[in-house]
């Protein structure tokens, strides 16, 4: 499988310490051996995605610079974000995998999206960016970072064309506070934005439940195209969530996307996940046979998980033939 990389996107940093640093490529990489390394291109239409005003305050940052209390930019940061925009495009067109940074799933149109706290580490939206510069139609985005991805929703949430599938951690224990079975889109986008829950100590059994109905709607759907918003920070012991997943969950996240018009786009992942999550999800995509075992999540974490899972069904039901 072709990855997109380059060192440039390690030239955004912060000289404080920051879980979101170039070492995540580092560990990255170093589990994506044997796979074919290409270079993204530089984009240099964000506005595409992007109000102009959050555009030129991230090209006329100086220095290194705070937005705002968990995400930083430095000078190199506004080109480092055309490369990761640009990555992002090639995967696509590669049908690959982009090993791109800053990432991007929680900026919207003006930067914090739902009245989200922070922007949470992204600076401009990679995968939004491919689906409007491509100006795609009936495309499937799939996220499944821990995090729900506010940005990408808040920019398709009137848009049919794009089905957005979030599984999350649930919002009410985690970043950034939104993402609730309710928020299913507007107008004629009502019912395209799917937001599936996920409780604290939750394990592959519980992914493994959600793949029926993930499928389902795909099946009724019939994306001509599935970009994944692919974050690894709920593989069990990462560091930024509560979730203990395995190369179990997404290895078969993966294989949603196998044999079809699909890439894929990092997210989060700081740690273990990158190491060990990455590469699984890789093989899932590409189809390639392994076996891994599975983990169970504590009985009192599995009948929260199946009273969200009957609500999420009960509204979706009136959108999809699940």
């Given at each position: ?53 959050y555009?030129?305050?991230i ?88 995090h ?64 029926p109905?993930?499928?389902?709607i ?37 294989s ?67």
């Open positions: 499988m072709y990855v997109v990389y380059s060192d440039k996107y390690k030239e955004h940093y912060s000289s404080m310490h920051h879980v979101e640093n170039p070492d995540r490529l580092t560990r990255a990489l170093s589990s994506l051996k044997g796979e074919k390394i290409v270079e993204p291109i530089k984009v240099d239409d964000p506005q595409i995605v992007h109000s102009e005003d555009v030129e305050k090209r006329n940052i100086k220095g290194e610079e705070w937005i705002d209390a968990d995400t930083y930019a430095n000078d190199k940061t506004y080109e480092t974000a055309l490369y990761a925009l640009g990555g992002a495009l090639k995967a696509f067109e590669l049908q690959g995998f982009a090993l791109v940074r800053p990432p991007g799933h929680h900026a919207g149109k003006n930067g914090r999206a739902f009245n989200a706290p922070t922007l949470g580490f992204c600076i401009f939206n990679n995968v939004a960016y491919v689906v409007r510069k491509k100006a795609l139609k009936h495309v499937a985005i799939i996220d499944f970072d821990v729900y991805g506010n940005g990408t929703q808040e920019i398709f949430y009137d848009d049919p064309e794009v089905l957005h599938i979030d599984i999350h951690q649930d919002p009410k224990t985690i970043f950034p506070g939104t993402g609730f079975p309710e928020m299913v889109g507007k107008g004629e986008a009502e019912g395209t934005k799917v937001n599936l829950l996920i409780p604290p100590r939750g394990s592959d059994d519980l992914y493994e439940e959600l793949f109905l993930i499928q389902s795909l099946e009724d759907f019939k994306p001509a195209y599935i970009i994944f918003s692919a974050g690894f920070d709920g593989f069990k012991g990462d560091g930024l969530s509560s979730l203990n997943l395995t190369e179990y969950t997404f290895y078969n996240l993966g949603l996307g196998k044999g079809k018009y699909s890439s894929g786009v990092l997210e989060g992942g700081y740690g273990i996940g990158l190491e060990r999550g990455l590469p699984a999800f890789i093989k899932g995509l590409k189809g390639e046979a392994t076996d891994y075992v599975k983990e169970k999540s504590p009985d009192s974490v599995k009948s929260r998980f199946f009273d969200y899972l009957e609500k999420e069904k009960e509204i979706l039901r009136n959108y999809w033939k699940i």
